[in-house]
Nanobody, 121 residues
Framework: QVQLVESGGGLVQAGGSLRLSCACS????????MGWYRQAPGKQRELVAT???????NYADSVKGRFTISRDNGKNTMYLQMNSLKPEDTAVYYC???????????????WGQGTQVTVSS
């Protein structure tokens, strides 16, 4: 009923920048908190940043000052601007959205398929 599609990943040198996008589509009534998560090989998935429908943001300490999360509610799209990238930022990045589907009474979490970000040293 709801699809989340990430884009913008790729290979970049340390110190470089990338901008990830997450487009939501489907039978969407409203979207609450959205977030970016990442999972490096052999590690658990971890929170990168979240943003509420009102624009309040929260960041993992490891990305504060380097990453910026934003969203366009009119386009049901979320972004992650990543600057000063480090090799330890290498991971698959997933978007998450808390979505109330048309005709439903409870919001549900949906996930994208992930996009690879690789930072070379």
């Amino acid at each position: 009923q709801v699809q989340l599609v990430e884009s913008g990943g790729g290979l970049v040198q340390a110190g470089g920048s990338l901008r990830l996008s997450c487009a939501c589509s489907g039978r969407i009534f409203s979207i609450g908190t959205m977030g970016w998560y990442r999972q490096a090989p052999g590690k658990q998935r971890e929170l990168v940043a979240t943003i509420t429908s009102g624009g309040s943001t929260n960041y993992a300490d490891s990305v504060k000052g380097r990453f910026t999360i934003s969203r366009d509610n009119g386009k049901n799209t979320m972004y992650l601007q990543m600057n000063s990238l480090k090799p330890e930022d290498t991971a698959v990045y997933y978007c998450n959205a808390h979505v109330l589907v048309v005709g439903s009474y409870l919001a549900t979490d949906y996930w994208g398929q992930g996009t690879q970000v690789t930072v070379s040293s």
